[in-house]
RNA sequence: GCUGCUGUAGCUCAGAGGUAGAGCACUCCCUUGGUAAGGGAGAGGUCGAGAGUUCAAUUCUCUCCAGCAGCACCA
């Protein structure tokens, strides 16, 4: 028998017989230990407590207290029950996968009958008593034609499609939990028993695709989540319904920020509130892109087929784009437009007027551009994702060896902006060439190194999206990340080849002959509608004060007051803050909860003592207290607190 | 687009084969009250749209539209 040495995390090494499995390891170290392992990493690869190990390894053993590894048994463990209970309840089903996601697991199956959320419950009530029933887990390497036989035998398909991919090189892995088998990588706990009854749930039904194409078959999804015990569970629950409350399609209405509706579905109708946030925002990215050297332009919305068909998008998204169809007076046919889903080409025909000096580069043009796409229907999200949007978007013509500055200049740009935004630190996703691209490997070496060249000038934290670049260039995506911890994709940097090619740009060089410019798209914020939907749920309705849609209620105690009351919301309104009256015959309580409730930042309270003084008692939203100030003193305050970020004139 | 669910007053929701109800919001009246809901009265609905079954449909069935969750998609 062949020794091995396995080295521990404590630095110690012992000497064991190969082919020995981390369960008898840990028998050896200690029995409190053996009762407490559920599984071990082995030369970084988790690895199951009944796999020999037939090597020198690092070895570290797992209890439950190691979150990460424990997190991934009790999910993957449950994916398994979860998918026994439904095979004991309706024998008919078909398995197909069921893989361990962040927070849980989901497990997909083929079945007549869709599951309703009734099943839910049963399915509950059954992998409780799977779990009571501490049935042993075991497992065994088959080999492929033994496992292809066994598929084909026990009529399940979508198994036998799974093995067939496994590669030749890999073994073929068999589990049990009791008597239920299921192919699976592993590894798992070593009973039932282990995963904790309490701390799982059952949370939704939904279809999804058999291997995530959608021309083939759709499956019944069942997602799950689960913790190590009953406590995470619940606070996974909280943040959950926390995470709902911010929903900014729901505190949308209760600002009275927008609204949508059958007649022009994923639209935006902006109400007055609403469109306070956008303007003052589009305001704001309007100096910015000036003092940052951008020129601004306007293009149209209708633009014919011909200009589509030359940029490649008509080929490509002809289908998710508005077709606009004009019976012309003397045309010979009907003629064909499309709104425009962005503002690429009419760029690049502004750019194209006059001839162009590689003196005029880098040219940077911005537009605030309405863009119009007709996205499936399923994908439509309240703002986050529409038919109708504005991109805060600007192309920049440039040479390639002026990519890596202009690069530079970007990320300075939207680090400036984000701040200002109240979003301090983001992630820069590297999308590098796919598979199915244009132009040479050359171009594209340079392409990416001047893009990484550049981020690494301003930040170490990249991450890389292999393969995930357009077809036409590298890109960078700023991600951000939210309060709650999820993560939206808005601004973006691509180096673009092609489109420059296509509708033949050019400028004349130093050296008097006709060049192709590199064309760089690039947006901060992405769209405004998806921007808005981010800063609602960011900041759960409570904006910072210069984008809060009302900044200021003057709410009246007592109706003698209110001569007094409108002579200080014209006094505001004169020094720039949005502020409006309330003179309604109510309690100063009632007017308090309103506003309070609609997130108003600040509300001024005026009763005799106020009038008498000239004074006002000022209270901010979610504070206890109140003070009483001079009237004057408060509107330079809150004049000087209105004041976007970058007019403001003192850090 | 696909699977499932949902659609009743401005909002949140209840209801039943015999053409509708609550709370909040709204209007009016009383109340002039000092920091998160004062009291009373009133008005408001082709029950998402169309078709079918039925003596009778908002309720059952089908089709369409929209929304929600997920999948697929996102230039």
Not at 263 to 282: C, K, M, R, S
Not at 304 to 309: D, P, S, V
Not at 374 to 391: C, K, N
Not at 527 to 547: C, D, N, Q, T, V
Request: aromatic content about 10%; hydrophobic content about 35%.
């Amino acid at each position: 028998m062949t020794q091995i040495s396995l080295s521990f995390p404590d630095g110690s090494v012992r000497e064991y017989n190969s082919g020995i499995t981390p369960s008898e390891v840990a028998k050896s170290i200690a029995k409190s230990l053996s009762k407490k392992a559920i599984s071990a990493t082995v030369n970084s690869q988790h690895w199951d407590l009944s796999w020999p190990i037939s090597e020198d390894a690092k070895i570290t053993l797992h209890t439950m207290k190691d979150d990460i590894q424990a997190n991934e048994l009790v999910r993957h463990d449950l994916a398994h029950i979860m998918a026994r209970a439904v095979q004991e309840i309706w024998p008919e089903t078909k398995v197909t996968i069921g893989p361990v996601i962040e927070n849980g697991w989901y497990y997909d199956f083929d079945r007549d009958d869709p599951f309703s959320p009734e099943d839910l419950g049963l399915i509950e009530t059954k992998m409780k008593s799977i779990i009571n029933a501490c049935d042993e887990v075991t497992t065994e390497v088959w080999d492929r034609s033994r496992a292809l036989d066994y598929y084909r035998q026990t009529n399940e398909p979508y198994k036998v499609e799974l093995v067939e991919a496994i590669p030749e090189s890999e073994p073929i892995r068999m589990y049990w939990h009791g008597t239920w088998q299921d192919l699976c990588r592993g590894p798992h706990l070593q009973h039932t028993g282990q995963v904790p009854a309490d701390a799982f749930k059952l949370m939704s039904i939904a279809g999804a695709f058999w291997r995530g194409d959608s021309n083939r078959a759709m499956l019944q999804r069942i997602y799950g989540v689960a913790f190590t015990s009953k406590d995470k569970l619940k606070a996974y629950l909280h943040m959950r319904d926390e995470a709902a409350k911010r929903d900014h399609r729901k505190i949308g209405r209760e600002m009275n920020l927008y609204h949508m509706q059958a007649e022009a579905p994923g639209q935006v109708f902006w109400h007055p509130n609403g469109w306070t946030i956008y303007t003052t925002l589009q305001d704001y990215m309007r100096r910015k892109q000036r003092a940052g050297g951008y020129v601004e332009v306007n293009t149209p919305q209708v633009v014919e087929r011909k200009l589509w068909e030359q940029s490649g998008h008509w080929e490509k998204y002809q289908e998710h784009m508005f077709i606009v169809e004009v019976e012309e007076e003397h045309a010979q046919e009907k003629a064909i437009n499309a709104l425009k889903p962005m503002n690429c080409p009419c760029h690049v025909e502004i750019f194209k007027h006059g001839l162009k000096s590689y003196r005029d580069l880098p040219f940077r043009i911005a537009e605030f551009g309405s863009c119009n796409r007709y996205e499936p229907s399923g994908a439509l999200h309240g703002l986050m994702r529409v038919r109708g949007f504005t991109q805060d978007d600007a192309h920049i013509f440039v040479t390639e060896d002026q990519i890596e500055q202009e690069c530079v200049r970007f990320i300075e740009f939207l680090t400036d902006v984000y701040n200002d935004l109240g979003f301090p630190t983001y992630t820069i996703r590297f999308a590098d060439r796919p598979d199915i691209r244009v132009g040479n490997d050359d171009t594209w070496d340079r392409a990416e190194k001047a893009l990484l060249d550049a981020t690494k000038k301003i930040t170490d934290n990249v991450e890389l999206n292999q393969g995930d670049g357009a077809f036409y260039g590298p890109k960078l995506e700023f991600v951000l990340t939210d309060a709650i911890g999820r993560d939206w994709q808005c601004g973006t940097f691509q180096v673009d080849f092609v489109l420059p090619e296509r509708l033949d740009a050019s400028y004349i060089g130093a050296d008097g002959a006709r060049h192709r410019p590199i064309m760089l798209h690039r947006a901060a914020l992405g769209s405004f509608e998806r921007f808005i939907g981010i800063l609602i749920e960011e900041h759960a309705g409570k904006l910072p004060f210069w984008l809060a849609p009302i900044q200021v209620v003057v709410a009246s105690i007592i109706s003698d007051t209110i001569d007094y009351v409108h002579e200080t919301v014209e006094q505001l309104r004169r020094a720039g803050v949005r502020a409006e009256a309330d003179i309604r015959n109510e309690k100063i309580n009632f007017k308090v909860r309103e506003h309070s409730v609609n997130k108003v930042p600040i509300i001024l309270a005026i009763g005799m003592r106020e009038v008498k003084d000239q004074t006002v008692t000022i209270r901010r939203l979610g504070a206890k207290q109140t003070r009483i100030q001079d009237r004057e003193t408060v509107t330079r305050e809150l004049s000087q607190e209105a004041t976007p970020p970058d007019l403001c004139t003192h850090p």
